[in-house]
């Protein structure tokens, strides 16, 4: 029997393997399905977590932190989960090879994904021009001009957020209308740094060993294409969470989820169901930052230690 499991090892699930062990759980069990590290490993560069001064790559980042919860007991399991769910008081956590594992508690922290528009030259540029974060990558184009693609609310409000260190920002949106907060449209329309493409797709985003230079544009109602000389590109068409297996045999899911599947939280990390926490970009109004994610790990471990203590 596992005192606490945690499923996911990004920077969400490491805190709260840390803060569990080092809060004296004595079988705290991490399920990762690849090498833990997260997300943030797939990234060239980061500069925003709060005491790292040097700009490092994200797998030279996370390398530590996996490190650091091992000495203090955190075991690994290399195992990729595919469903949660609990029997009485026992949490049961099958694994794609058919094992099934008991814990006491559990920590959700499988994290989330951006989600690819399929344009020609998207992949061979991702990280290198192409990003979907502007909090994180924003400050790489300061006074540059850069392009913005997608028109729901995540869109605008991250080209508002772009204007205040980039010189110019393109929002290109397929229609002539945007899906967001009446608030935020008139926002983007009166901000006199954003110029709005519409209604436009972006065909192909060009460029070099240095990254990217140039994204080919297309009016779709005149068929007209033009070329916008821009060092960087943010796409935002949606993001999946990886909540999926949370999903039951009957249908139903094992905890209370929002429309977009992200995990409903209080502010203790605590779901709907008792002795499930969840914490990360995998839960509700998640800011999807790494400081953020490492939070809320260390907030669901240390209430998972209170409820294994109310338990005994
Ligand atoms: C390219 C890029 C650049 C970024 N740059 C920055 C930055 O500069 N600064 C910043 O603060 N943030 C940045 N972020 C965001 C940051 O990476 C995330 O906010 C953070 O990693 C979220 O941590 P998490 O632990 O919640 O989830 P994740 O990092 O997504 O970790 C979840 C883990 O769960 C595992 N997992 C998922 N499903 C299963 C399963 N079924 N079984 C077992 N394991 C599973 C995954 O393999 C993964 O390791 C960036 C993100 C990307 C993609």
């Known amino acids: 029997m596992i005192d606490l499991a945690i499923i996911g090892g990004g920077p969400a699930g490491l805190s709260a393997g840390l803060y569990a062990t080092r809060g004296g759980i004595k079988n705290v069990v991490l399920f990762e399905k690849g090498m833990p590290g ?4 797939g990234s060239s560069e980061i500069e925003n977590y709060p005491g790292v001064k040097e700009v490092i790559s ?17 075991q690994h399991e290399m195992s990729e989960i595919s469903r949660i769910s ?10 794609t090879s058919g094992k099934v594992s008991q814990a006491k508690a559990v920590i959700f922290a499988t994290g989330g994904r ?8 998207e992949s061979e540029f991702w990280g290198r021009g192409v990003s979907t974060c502007a909090t994180c990558d924003g400050f790489f184009y300061k006074d540059k001009e850069v392009a913005v693609l997608g028109g729901g609310d995540t869109a605008l409000e991250e080209a ?4 205040r260190m980039c010189k ?6 397929r229609r002539d209308g945007f899906r967001a907060a009446p608030t935020t449209i008139e926002h983007v329309k009166n901000n006199p740094k954003i110029q709005i493409v519409t209604p436009s797709i972006v065909e192909e985003i060009r460029g070099d060993s240095s990254g990217v230079s140039s994204v080919v544009i297309k009016n779709i109602q005149s068929g007209e294409l033009r070329e916008l000389a ?7 068409v949606g993001y999946d969470v990886n909540t999926q297996i ?4 009957d249908g139903s899911m094992l905890c209370e989820c929002d429309e977009y599947k992200s995990v409903k939280v209080d502010l203790s990390m605590r779901t709907s169901v008792s002795g499930l926490f969840a914490a990360g970009d995998v839960r509700i109004q998640a800011p999807k930052q790494v400081v953020c994610a490492a939070g809320d790990g260390a907030t669901a471990a240390l209430q998972a230690i209170s409820y294994l203590e109310q338990a005994k």
């Open 38 to 41: 997260g997300q943030i490993t």
């Open 58 to 74: 994200g797998l030279e980042f996370m390398e530590p932190w996996q490190e650091q919860c091992f000495r203090f007991g955190l």
């Open 86 to 95: 609990k029997s009485g008081e026992i949490f049961e956590i099958l694994d």
């Open 114 to 121: 951006p989600k690819r528009a399929g344009i020609k030259g």
């Open 160 to 163: 508002v957020y772009l204007t």
């Open 168 to 173: 110019k920002v393109y929002l290109i949106h």
């Open 230 to 236: 821009v060092p960087g590109i943010f796409i935002f």
């Open 246 to 249: 949370l999903t039951q045999e």
